[in-house]
DNA sequence: GCATCACTTAGCTCTTGCGCTAAGTATTGC
DNA sequence: GCAATACTTAGCGCAAGAGCTAAGTGATGC
């Protein structure tokens, strides 16, 4: 079960470095760091036909990096602060790594990586 | 030229994210991060054909997260631990605009981002 | 109540990503 | 010098990503 568990934090990396591995998201979390948005005000600064830019919408929120309420006909887009943690923890957990502090949880990612993880 | 060199920021995060956002790639990291290793050795633990993690390699070399050396017929892959600090920056600056901490250089990211930084 | 607005769905393209096999090249070891 | 080792190149197949247009749905405003 911590196997399963760490497969569930792999898929959820995969989710959120392919999020962020698009300029259109990232600008789109930049500008949700400020403070809630509507779909059309989010879409305005790109040159982008809506439902392409709501694809990008859609790949936020599946990654767990925003979440949307719609009210009315208008669906309000809020930055999910708690998912960037997770890229903290790996960044941490890689540098923990370099610096050789390789306690037991930083060795089980190490190893759980190496020998189950992929695809 | 400080716009191409957002551009040139902006492209290099697209690199290193998608990186990141593969499992494989992401063991491997963690694996380097225990000191440089060859090919051959990596590739180990993976159930995949050589020319198909070779692939991934590739991929780490062009994002700049790795280097990789050969002498003989060994090709020595090692990490590139400066490369991470653009993944720190991208974070800081994220958290620097929840914070509503948005000196200039920040309100410059975020502006460029959403007006230029797409595709 | 009819038009407008703000999405939403459906379905199409084109490119890229990630895997494979087969065959090639360049070192190294006996 | 011949075989084995360690990649490397070439090329194929399938799935996913990122864009588009056209048409649909459900609220809001006059």
Same mark, same amino acid.
């Given at each position: =079960?911590?196997?399963?568990? =760490?497969? /569930?934090? %792999?898929?959820? #990396?995969? $989710?959120?470095?392919?999020?962020?591995? *698009?300029?259109? !998201?990232?600008?789109?979390?930049?500008?949700? $760091?400020?403070?809630?948005?509507?779909i %059309? *005000?989010?879409?305005?600064?790109?040159? =982008?036909?809506?439902?392409?830019? =709501?694809? @990008?919408? @859609?790949?936020?929120?599946? %990654?767990? #990096?925003? @979440?949307? !309420?719609k009210? $009315? !006909?208008?669906r309000?887009? +809020?930055?999910?602060?708690?998912?960037?943690?997770?890229?903290?923890?790996? #960044? %941490?957990? /890689? !540098?923990? #790594?370099?610096?050789?502090?390789?306690?037991?949880?930083? /060795?089980? +990612?190490?190893?759980?990586?190496?020998?189950? *993880?992929?695809?």
């Open positions: =079960m911590i196997l399963s568990l =760490m497969e /569930q934090y %792999s898929e959820q #990396l995969n $989710g959120i470095f392919q999020a962020l591995a *698009d300029p259109t !998201r990232r600008a789109v979390l930049a500008r949700l $760091g400020a403070g809630p948005a509507s %059309s *005000d989010l879409a305005k600064p790109f040159d =982008m036909a809506l439902p392409s830019f =709501m694809k @990008h919408i @859609h790949f936020l929120e599946g %990654s767990g #990096l925003i @979440h949307t !309420r009210q $009315g !006909r208008v309000t887009c +809020v930055i999910e602060k708690k998912q960037f943690a997770a890229v903290e923890a790996w #960044l %941490s957990a /890689q !540098r923990a #790594l370099w610096e050789g502090r390789t306690d037991r949880l930083e /060795q089980f +990612v190490a190893k759980a990586q190496a020998k189950g *993880d992929s695809q």
